[in-house]
Each structure stands twice: as C-alpha cells, then as structure tokens.
C-alpha cells in the first residue's frame, strides 16, 4: 500500500507542455505531494527548482550534448526506444526509496504508459491543450466510419459537402455548432501528406495507450463551449473516464520564486528582460503589438517573414516581436530593417511573456494561438490577431474567433492583410466589442468561483489516486 505523498510528472519535452506541467508540480505541492518532474535531459539543462518538493529529474534520452538535429521525429524515435527503460529505473528507484503513487502522463508522452504499468504503478494522463482537441483527436474511429478521413487521416473530400474545399464536422459529433471546425483544421495536419501521416500514427498510438486511463487532468476552463459541456459519445460509453479541469488553477499559479527558467541562452537574461521592460513602460496604453509563435513551430516561410516585418514598419505603431535567433526564421528581416526600427520596434529572441502581456501598454497579441499562449493573453484581456501555424492551433484559434468573440484571424501573411487585421484589432468598434467580450472571458475563465473549482477538481484527483492506491 502507497501513501500519496509522490508522483511522477512527464510532460511531452516541449516548453509549452513543460510549462503546464511545472505548475501542477506547485499545485500538487499545496496539497502536500513531492513531484518528481521527469524531462529529458536535452530539456532538464533550460530548468531549475528551488523547491526541494519540486524535484526536476533528467532522463538520459540518447541525444549528444549539442546535438541540434532534434525534430518532432527524432524526438518521438527517442521516446519509443531510449527514454521507456531510463524512466523506468527512476520510478523503481523511487518505489524503493519510499512509493509513487502516480504517474501524471501527458497523453503526447504516451510512451511512459507502460512504463507506470510495469512497475505496478496507477497512471493518470494530463492533457495539455483544450478539451475540444481532445475530443477531434479521440473522435478519430468516428471520423474514420463516418467518411471524413481516410485510415491514414487524410481527410476526404466530398463534393455535396464542400464548404472553402474542406467539410465541416458534424456539429454535434465534436464541437459547439460556432466552431465551425472543418478536416483542414485536424491537428496532424502538418507539413508534407508523408508528415501528416507520421503525425497520425502518433495520433493513434497516443489513442491506443491512453483510451483505458482512468482519470485526465486537462489543463483548460470547463466551460470552453461557452455554457455547453460537451463530451463524445463514444467517450460517454468508454468505462469510467474520470477527466479534472485544472487549467485556470494552473494558471493561477506563481511559479517565478521556485522554478528558473533558463530557456531563454542569452547569458544575462535578468538584463535582457529588463530592457524589455524598461522599454515597455516607456510606451503609451494600448499602443502595442506584441508578436509571438510561441516556442515549438517550425519556421515559417522567409517570405512570410519578409511581409510581416514590412507590414509592422507601416503600421507605424510599436511593436515587440519575438523572433528566434536561427537563421530560418531571421534570414527574412529586410537589410538594416533593426536599426530603422530600433526606436519604434524591439525584435527579440525571447520575452518574459506573462510580464510582457500585464503590461497597459500591449493593445494586442499576434499570435501563434499556442494554449499556453492564448489562456494567458486571456489572463491579462489582450485582444488576439491570430496566425495559426500547427497542430491544435487551428482548433483553439476558431475557439478564438469563432465561439468566444476575443481576436481576429490573418486569412494570410501578406502585408495587406497583416495591415488590415493590425487597424482592426488595435481602433473602432469592432476592436472595443472584442475587448469587452476578453474582459467576459476573462471572469469566465480565472474568475475565483473557477479557480477555487478547479482547486477542488485537484483535491478530487488526489482523493481518488488515494483510494486507489489503499485499495
Ligand atoms: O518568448 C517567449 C515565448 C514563449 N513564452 C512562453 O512559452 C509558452 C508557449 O506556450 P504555447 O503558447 O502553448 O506555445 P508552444 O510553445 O508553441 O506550445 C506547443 O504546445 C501547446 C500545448 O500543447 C500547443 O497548444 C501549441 O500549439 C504547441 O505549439 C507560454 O507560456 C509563453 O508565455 C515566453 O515566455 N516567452
């Protein structure tokens, strides 16, 4: 028998997935539980804990120390083959050392299933976007029967149905009738048909392993269907599938005075986020365009690149713009492009983002519509130009749009339009109807009757891995 005092935490080696997951460390640290927060050790190197509860463990995941050649691939190739045994002797270390109760799987690190039930230990998943990619992502047998995809999830295109080329789901099969999601926005839709197919079969590991888990702790709102709960049928029929909303809870959570992040390689990064503050204060309120793609995208385009720096020189508004340094996504700026700028515009490889959208000055955020991102920008009621590039992003951005009424979608990178969506979401009528609907959304989501019903969701977690694990 296990007392819950110890779980283990392994989150998918991605910031965004890291991020959440470091804060449901903290949280489940309040209610008196050591975690062990289990990365590989490419990752583990960018964090730090100061909180001897928060326990950060590196897996040997079979990479060189400065081996830069890791893709969502070669990552996935590390996950299935080097990391299951290396975890597994760190959970039977710690059973000997005194028990883990649990291990929290995120449901894209699916391959740490197994390893939980070798070693004899209760395995919960954590999901770590919103519940509607959930349910597009465990709706895939139905969209299969039902013709909207091919086996290889392709999706099918059928004449009678065609709506812009791409079919709209069945409304009651995933989604609030406003979403509007269609086969374009399915998440393995990705790159090359030969990439998307890869990402599928991702897709139906992660079903295959995690559809027999008990308990989910999903790091959104419950309420993202505007007041509709929704759930699959076929996840309503499948055992007792016990799901927790903790992500207003997570978000809530301070975690700057306990956990480091060193992600950001420049070598005095206190500095580097002071200027990027002291630059921001100097800025009138809601003048600002803050550009982010979040952290885990690949490149876009060098052209793209091209009409985004053009389009933000003529709107003739500041702007902050996170820009990684590889040459793939710099190589577009135009020649001296920083110094005509340098007054007006900041380009930066990293910003302290949470800092960064408190600020008055931000009017609004181009974004990536990242999960992280997009709960957090609701956080601090920034208004959203939105430019999904990836995976979930298509979801959540019609979510964005299309259900909750707080940003605009960029039909394209093109300067013209970039131009248009800028004027739009930054003056007029339409950007102060959007601002009021963030400000409602925001009550919604981090209101304190959420956030202390998501404590309790927490407290609910822990109670039934306790009685799990006594009986
Ligand atoms: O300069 C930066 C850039 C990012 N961040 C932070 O990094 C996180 C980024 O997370 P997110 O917005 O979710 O984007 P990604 O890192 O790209 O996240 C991946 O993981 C998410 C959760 O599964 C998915 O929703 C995304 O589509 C996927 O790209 C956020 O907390 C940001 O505040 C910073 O602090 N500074």
Known sequence: MTQVTSMVLVPYPAHGHITPMLRLARALRSLG?????????FMHRNYNSTD???IIEPIPSGFKENDDAKDFFSIDASMEKIMPGNLERIVRELEFAGGVACLVVDL????????????????AGFWPAMFATYRVVFAIPELILNGFISECGIPILHHHHKINQDIILERDLLTSNQAKLSTKDLPWLVGEPSSQKSRFAFWLRVINRTRSLPWILINSFPKEDNNKITILPSLLSNHQLQTFHVGPLMLSINDKKILMNNINNSSNKKEHDKSIIQWLEKQEPCTVIYISFGTWVGP???????ELAMAL?????????VLKEEKQWREGLPEGYLDRNAKKGKVVAWAPQEEVLKFQAVGCYLTHCGWNSTMEAIRHEKRLLCYPISGDQ???CNYI??????????????RGVILDGIEKIMVGREAEMIQKKVSEMKVRVMGDEEIC???????SFVEVVREANSG
């Open 313 to 321: 020189e003529e709107a003739k508004r500041p702007f902050l713009w």
């Open 401 to 414: 749009v299309g259900v909750w009424g707080i940003g605009i979608k960029l039909e394209g990178l093109e």
């Open 108 to 123: 894209l690190a699916s391959w740490a299933v197994g390893v939980g039930q070798r070693c004899g230990v209760q395995v």
């Open 33 to 41: 539980i050591t975690s062990i927060v289990a990365l590989p050790d």
């Open 453 to 459: 019903a998501t404590a309790s969701n927490l407290e």
């Open 52 to 54: 001897d509860q928060v």
């Open 300 to 306: 876009i385009a060098k052209e793209k690149i091209i």
């Open 394 to 396: 298509f979801v959540n």
